[in-house]
């Protein structure tokens, strides 16, 4: 899953003033934190310390598992590049996401927020810098961005309108320092039902500010056919009443609210995660009362045991050890688009999903998937919840422990992931429909490849520790928590039982999904 981006090296050998010049074209990316130096001015060691850890942590890991490289930091900012454009947005969108979850719990003044452009050109390469317009241009994009938020450049817009769960706002032309041509600049939306949410509230507003307008004017022309108004040329009989607004004037006094299009600017969320609400900050809607309509997903009950969790295959794997799982039910199938739906109809979960309703939801954070439990089990009166980590591979190795469920040797059409033979139905960008894979000896399906699923467990880099009765391994302070499957896009080697990795809890990601499970 993870890659590098290939490097143009000046020639060797002595070149000369005539060899010429590395150049390539990258996504760059700029990033700044915001109030540096007036965070280094109250705590200085503490925020050096902070910063330090967050680009260890997350800055560039979260860069190389999109395939880019960091090319140098500048102080409280970065500067990176990617081959791929989606890939560059896509990782601003995580890193900005997942500074929402690290400063949910810290006052507002000591909030590291960063602000991030990026930007498409071709650029000058060396050894350990990059130059030129497209670098000058991603950093200015950086400098009048919002904190807590991505802006591109047109550039980029064209290149990822289509290919990412994204909403994106026109912030029209605008001229940036030491650029002659102005650059066309867009923000990013990481929900896109936020940004339709805000555009239908601002269309409702125009009609509703047309209506009074009409309505004033409806008004005026039936005050001024009352039996007894002047006629033109009479002689009022008493003194005249005060007069009417024209319309043209009580047009004009209500034009200045009725603009539908407020400038780019105005509409930038108050915060950083207006656009796309954070765990800590989300107000879940109240669940429905119990309805007898809402189907439960098809659940396959296990009787439990012992088993060998683990392998030798990946440090993340080991050690192996020995947990005791207790009888319970997982769900046969990933939740699809129509039991998410279900969900987002009654106005529990935040989104509604697009795709086949048979297929898995994707793009679900760990966060959302909380949600959704918590609305099925007001309906249902049961309480479904998320497999620990080890229910998960109890389950998924359906009694063996060979590499995968079937045998030690991948076999075709058994799994739907990129290298495995899938079904003609499977398309490059979504996963198959649930069911259309063998299911294993427990009767699940999909418990390897298909799509990424959560479970309950915080992150650990292994199983040092781990508990040995099959409940979930959980911290006080959890950033990120463990996703197992691997999707239709992983390889063959994500599709083991043993296949463990994580991602950031408030996050939504396009191969994630979930399934469910049950306590007797």
Known sequence: MRGEIRQIHPRRGGGSPGDPTPRRLAAIMAADIVGYSRLMNTDEEGTHARLKRILRELVEPTISEHHGRMVKTTGDGFIAIFDSPVEAVRCGIVIQQSMVGRNAALPAQQAL???????????????????GDG????????????PGQVYISGGVYEQIKHKLVCGYQSLGDRQ???ITDPVRVYRVLPDPAAFMRAQKRREIAFVVLACIALLAVAAGLWYTMLPGRNLIGAQPSAPAAPASPKPSETAAAIAPTMQPTAPPQAEAPASPDA??????TRQPASPPPASPSVKEPEMAKLAGGNFAMGSTDDPSEKPIHQVTIKPFAMSKFPVTVREWNECAAANACEFTALGDENAPVTNVSWSDTKQYLAWLAQVTHKPYRLPSEAEWEYAARGGTQTKYWWGDQLQPGMANCKNCVAVASTAAESPAKVGSFKPNSFGLYDMGGGVDQWVEDCWHRNYQGAPTDGAPWMDGDCVSHVIRSGSWKNDASYVRPSNRDHYDTGVRYPTHGFRIALSP
């Open 113 to 131: 927020l960063y602000r991030i452009g990026v930007n498409l050109g071709d650029v000058i390469m060396d050894a350990n810098d990059v130059f």
């Open 275 to 280: 656009a796309t609400p954070s765990p800590a």
């Open 176 to 178: 940036v320092k030491n």
């Open 135 to 146: 670098v000058n241009v991603a950093v200015r994009l950086e400098g009048i961005a919002n």
